[in-house]
């Protein structure tokens, strides 16, 4: 074997590679915070909206959950042009990581929904409370609090998935390190490195939200 290491390509593509890290960490943090709120209100409506509510959501869960991210991504990228619609890299690869993580997502707070008993819920309708205050105040707390660890587990896929958006040209760390080894031929050290930095931005966000749940669900069941 003979190949000899040149760990210097990383010193002087730093800039560019710390840049693309922080652009996976925005499209995470977009995807989210709009794929949570879609993943809820799915979850809701699948539960106990009306019936062509739970049909359609039904649908765009079984649809997404059974077919490939990257085919999604491109149907959005390439296909929505086609129809007007035309997104630049980065709007198509947060639109396409929102509707993906919200139909994972809409089965993992649906889980948590079924856990809360119905007991509870019967008992918020003897207060006079209407459905809207009853998810509010008593179904939506416990659910998340019952199916957060699914939850955080799922933010961190989100975020590890997002390399996958480099296959449209989304400005992210797996986009900007196939930029980098085009330029440099140094393949073996930029990927090698970008592992790592994959590896400490997971850690880091698992000790993120093991902080939030520390703060927000251990705290509130020493409480109660």
């Keep these: ?29 977009t995807t989210i915070v709009f794929g949570f709120f879609l993943a809820v209100v799915c979850a809701a409506l699948r539960g106990s909206g009306p019936a062509w509510a739970r049909t359609i959501v039904g649908i765009y869960v079984e649809v997404v959950r059974n077919t490939p991210f990257l085919i999604q991504l491109l149907i959005i990228f390439i296909g929505l042009p086609s129809a007007g619609i035309r997104l630049n890299a980065n709007a198509a690869a947060t639109l396409a990581m929102t509707l993906n993580f919200g139909a994972y997502g809409c089965e993992i707070v649906r889980s948590g929904i079924d856990a809360v008993p119905y007991g509870q819920i019967e008992a918020g309708r003897a207060l006079g409370l209407g459905r809207l205050n009853i998810f509010r105040h008593i179904v939506f707390p416990q659910a998340i609090r019952a199916c957060y660890p699914a939850l955080a587990s799922q933010f961190t896929i989100v975020m590890l998935g997002s390399s996958v958006a480099s296959a ?57």
């Design 1 to 29: 074997m003979d190949y000899r290491f040149d760990w210097s390509v990383l010193l002087n593509h730093s800039d560019a590679l710390l840049k693309g890290a922080l652009l996976t960490l925005q499209l995470t943090s």
């Design 168 to 224: 449209i040209g989304a400005d992210e760390l797996s986009a900007t390190a196939n930029i980098v080894q085009s330029q440099t031929f140094r393949s073996f050290e930029i990927y090698l490195a970008v592992t790592g930095m994959y590896l400490v931005l997971a850690l880091m966000m698992r000790l993120i939200l093991r902080v939030i749940h520390k703060m927000f669900f251990e705290r509130s069941n020493a409480i109660a």
